[in-house]
């Protein structure tokens, strides 16, 4: 609670920190393995795991309103006790403690595979939990303010992309919607109900800092900032799809291939290193966000004074992990595409639904501190 009301942040700062944390790494990760599963329909796979996010964030939201000045920890501990709040963080942490090497991992795979294929994959994650520790332990005022700029550079990088490659779009290529009936549909829905919807629990922490504003401007900024990250996914999947056609679900990093596709009259050309460093600085601020939600979950989940205690060995647990999480590329996307969608599950969702129930079965006259 002390650490809460020494920082704060206001609505809209709040949902540009959600915008980036959704947005994150799904942007470079999704749309290619998205399209490989769901086909031409991958647009409506995400619309459907996005209403299960929905759910998710009316029950962030819902949780909020009830405990306007309390975390996730603080109100569970109040709804079912110490001792059943930490056998659900048995689940909950590991999976956070995941989440960031997943983050990380995937833009250094990236880079290995795409862009500089002799350099080791710890060169680039070791570099970037480094800087991601900084910035955490910096707190959650600088990170707001850091992002806000960093997140018009990403955008402006994408929608530039985006722009510059409409020469090359066949809009004939997004038929037939469904080839192979509503199965592949469904598939995708699960990959992206995963990563990155299932992680909208990751704000039940954060909420409380934009204590200022009201219940009503909050839940404005989040749900308007949700909406956007749809959008934002749901665009350069259909892109991709029209320049490469049935050949973009065998395109891992989809955007960026976008990207290298772009060459007008000789003189725009090779922009995806511009893009690139759009990439490098998404993963970046969600790996931020994680970090500093797991040091302020441990922090209160222990009774600590201070969360900075738990940030830099937990980027050093997430630099390690990466490294013995994966012995190749095909298993780490049987991990992150096949396994982290139902650990998600277990994980975020199951603990957030039990807790939504419990709470509304409650009065409020019971739950006063």
């Given at each position: ?38 086909l031409n329909a991958g647009w ?212 960026y291939n976008l990207a290298r ?109």
């Amino acid at each position: 609670m002390a650490i809460i009301e020494k920082q704060t942040i206001s609505h809209l700062q709040l949902g540009i920190l959600f915008f980036t944390f959704m947005t994150g790494s799904a942007i470079n990760k999704i749309p290619g393995p998205l399209t490989s599963r769901a086909l031409n329909a991958g647009w409506i796979s995400l619309l459907l795991s996005a209403l299960i996010g929905f759910l998710i964030l009316s029950c962030v939201l819902y949780l909020h309103r009830k405990f306007p000045s309390m975390t996730f920890v603080e109100y569970s501990n109040q709804l079912i006790g110490i001792g059943l709040t930490a056998a659900c963080s048995v689940l909950i942490l590991p999976f956070m403690l995941q989440l960031q090497s997943v983050v990380i991992v995937n833009v250094g795979v990236f880079l290995v595979t795409s862009m500089m294929k002799d350099t080791p994959l710890y060169s680039f994650t070791f570099l970037l939990f480094a800087v991601a520790t900084v910035t955490a332990r910096a707190g959650i005022e600088v990170m707001a303010r850091m992002f806000t700029l960093i997140l018009f550079y990403c955008t402006f990088c994408l929608m530039l992309v985006i722009l510059l490659a409409i020469p090359n779009y066949h809009p004939i290529e997004l038929l037939p919607i469904l080839p192979k009936g509503i199965k592949p549909v469904f598939h995708g829905a699960y990959l992206t109900f995963g990563f990155p919807y299932v992680e909208i629990f990751i704000f039940s922490m954060l909420l409380p800092f934009a204590n200022k504003s009201s219940f009503k401007q909050v839940s404005r900024a989040m749900s308007l900032s949700l909406v956007l990250n749809v959008v934002i996914l749901v665009i350069p999947t259909l892109c991709g799809i029209m320049v490469f056609g049935t050949f973009a679900g065998v395109r891992p990093y989809l955007i960026y291939n976008l990207a290298r596709s772009i060459d007008i009259q000789e003189i725009i050309q090779r922009i995806e290193s511009i893009y690139s460093m759009a990439i490098i600085m998404w993963a970046y601020m969600k790996t931020t966000i994680i970090l500093y939600v797991l040091s302020l979950y441990l922090t209160q989940l222990f009774k600590f004074k201070d969360y900075r205690t738990f940030i830099m060995p937990l980027g050093l647990i997430g630099f390690l992990l990466g490294l013995v999480s994966f012995d190749g590329a095909a298993e780490w996307e049987n991990m992150i595409f096949t396994i982290y969608p139902l650990w998600g599950a277990i994980a975020f969702l199951i603990p957030m639904l039990l807790i939504t129930i419990i709470a509304s079965f409650k009065k409020r006259s019971k739950l006063v501190r």
